[in-house]
Nanobody, 120 residues
Framework: QVQLVESGGGLVQAGGSLRLSCTAS????????MGWYRQAPGKQRELVAT???????????DYADSVKGRFTISRDNAKNTVFLQMNSLKAEDTAVYYC??????????WGQGTQVTVSE
């Protein structure tokens, strides 16, 4: 069984930076894709960035258009950790950010969520 533990959220002024971390433990070989999603108040959860975990497309990355050029997803395989570096933050980036692991069998696991608040 896989568990996801997130950290790194907080309050930052517009234009600032934050780095989120998500550490996976358990049978991580069953993970296909890892990613970050966010949900702002009153809005649906949306994809922020994903990174292919293994296979021929390992390390392939995808970003939402709204964060391209500002956010960077990366991972440390030795620590089973995925990062989301967020630069040039805007008020509209305010949301709860969730780490996601999508498994080969088609199921998903979510982290507990971490609040990111960007003040103007």
């Amino acid at each position: 069984q896989v568990q996801l533990v997130e950290s790194g959220g907080g309050l930052v002024q517009a234009g600032g930076s934050l780095r989120l971390s998500c550490t996976a433990s358990g049978i991580i070989s069953s993970i296909d894709v890892m990613g970050w999603y966010r949900q702002a108040p009153g809005k649906q959860r949306e994809l922020v960035a994903t990174i292919i975990h293994a296979g021929t497309r390992a390390n392939s990355i995808d970003y939402a258009d709204s964060v391209k050029g500002r956010f960077t997803i990366s991972r440390d395989n030795a620590k089973n950790t995925v990062f989301l570096q967020m630069n040039s933050l805007k008020a509209e980036d305010t949301a709860v950010y969730y780490c996601n692991a999508h498994f080969w069998m088609g199921t998903d696991l979510w982290g507990q969520g971490t609040q990111v608040t960007v003040s103007e």
